[in-house]
């Protein structure tokens, strides 16, 4: 039987791709402002107008920055909220206390990143979780590897597809130990164009399971709308 697949929020790459697997979870990986956050906030501004419950947990930025950031590409998330459509958890404060009361011991991160998916309430089908990168900070990579299956397990137990955001920064190490545990793996780069001399923003679309992916990188730029994928050869 063909996997069921949801939009990602993004129409050009809803038709390469079909849509995420249904119940999956996809890494989203990319150096800092590249877009992943944006990503992200599209694809849950996407399946909350579509009346479907969304999560989204925040390590790194607060639900106001979230909030504010979601608004500048005219999406809504208090309106989602106040629908009772969107959750967002915010592991930031948790953190921060964690880090500041206590010995911030590789156990006390450790049980924090397993921890989210217990937090995700019931009913919700579309999890972002922004971002994990922070857990692997003075995690040895087999354990984040470990932690990191574990909250992808558990993520699929209760049925969600999920982007989870990894951020560069920990290093190719941990960002291809994290490829492996999930179903589908999206890095998004700049690079500088050789013809134009310009930078431009590339996705490129590591591994999708049971999906046929393209092996050229997608354009995409970002606008008040959100990521839009350029034209490629796809169009033609
Ligand atoms: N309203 C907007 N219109 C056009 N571009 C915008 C708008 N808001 C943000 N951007 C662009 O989106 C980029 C931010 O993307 P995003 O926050 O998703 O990056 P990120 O990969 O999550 O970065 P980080 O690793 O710092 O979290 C900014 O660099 C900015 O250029
Ligand atoms: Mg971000």
Redesign the pocket.
Known sequence: MAISRVSTGLKELDTIIQGYPEGKTILVT??????????GLQYIAEHCENGERCALVAT??SPEDLRS?AI??GWDLKKYEDEGLLKILEVLERRMIEARFSDPSEKGMEIHLKDIADWIPENVTHVVV??VGVYALGMPVERFREQLDLLVFMLAKKGCTSLI?C?DAVGEQYNNVAMYSTYGAIW?FRRENPYTNRRERLIDIRKMRSTEVPLDYLPFE???AGIKILKTSFDD
């Open positions: 990319g150096d800092a402002g590249v877009g992943k956050t944006v990503l790194e930025e950031q500048g590409f922004d971002n955001i951020d998004l970002i606008s008040g």
